[in-house]
Every structure is written in C-alpha cells, then in structure tokens.
C-alpha cells in the first residue's frame, strides 16, 4: 500500500513539474536569475549591487549540483543547490557558528568532511508560492478574507509543498549518486 501512495505521489510530482539536474546552460542562468530575484529583490538578503548581471552567482557554485523544478511550459520555477565537499568548505561556515558535535565539517583534514554536503540556495519563483490574491500572513488581506473572517469563516492558505519536496527528492537522489 505503501508502495502504490508513493508511487501515485511520484506520478502526481511529475504531471506538473520535471525535476532535474541542470547542466543546460540556458536553465543554470535561469537559475541564478531566480536567485537574484528572490533572494536581492524580494527577501532582501542579499544587496543587488553586488550583482550587476542580475544573476546571483557565488564561488561554491563550481563546486555544486544545480537542480531545478521546470513547469510544463519548459519554465525553471523553482530551484536549489548541493554544494560537494570542497577544500573551500561550505558557505554555512560563512554565516553560522557551528554546534560542538559538528566542528569536524569545518576541519579541511578531517575525513568524515568528505563525506558531507550542504543544500543552499533555494528558490521558487514567486508565482508559485501563493496563491494571485494571498498576502503575507497576517499582512494585507484582500477583501475576500475580511469577509470570510466576518462570516466566520477562516481563510486557508494552500499546503502543497510539491514543488519544493521534488526539489529535496532530486536533491538527495543526486547526492546517493554521487556517493
């Protein structure tokens, strides 16, 4: 039973999005395109100055798989990247301290850092994350959700997480690949 639900699940995945790792390079630019968008101009984490191709590019690409969610018009919509194992270590080294227990990935000389890997730079394009009339949750209702409330209706977000779970699924199936 198990079987067939994950089987349906995986079917379901597929209908919509192909989740593939991108070595095409018209989805790779694609991809640092959605990066740049989400993460300069929408979130606001990283400064747009700093990349004036508009495409959010770092040093540990070179040392990543790139996997993307492409929708059924051949549009990238959604992608993340698994950074290997390099002598440049891992861009969380960068922005966090690390627990006691997890030092070694941060020791070049270390073995067991061989075999570690780190999945960063996620991004879905914005059309696919909210529905046209959602707002921030708890910020900018539209009409329609003041008049459910006063109904006594609540107002539903969707909770389909496919895109990004595709994401993960090709994500991790690469890294047993590779090891």
Request: glycine share 6%; charged share 30%.
């Amino acid at each position: 039973m198990k079987q067939k639900f994950e089987a349906a699940q995986s079917d379901a995945l597929q209908s919509h999005f192909d989740f593939c790792i991108i070595d095409d390079a018209r989805y790779l630019r694609d991809s640092y395109a959605l990066r740049y968008e989400v993460y300069c101009n929408e979130q606001h984490f990283l400064a747009p100055e700093d990349y004036p191709s508009r495409l959010e590019i770092d040093s540990y690409d070179h040392h990543a798989i790139h996997v993307g969610a492409i929708n059924r018009e051949g549009v990238l919509v959604g992608t993340l990247r698994l950074v290997l194992p390099s002598a440049q270590g891992f861009p969380l080294f960068e922005h966090c301290a690390l627990f006691g227990e997890y030092k070694y990935l941060a020791d070049p000389a270390n073995p067991a850092r061989a075999s570690a890997v780190e999945i960063s730079r996620l991004a879905v394009s914005k059309s696919y994350r909210r529905r046209a009339n959602d707002g921030l949750f708890g910020i900018a209702e539209t009409e329609d959700k003041r008049a459910q409330q006063r109904d006594g209706e609540t107002p539903r977000r969707r909770n389909r997480p496919e895109l990004v779970l595709g994401l993960y699924r090709r994500c991790t199936s690469s890294a047993n690949a590779k090891g």
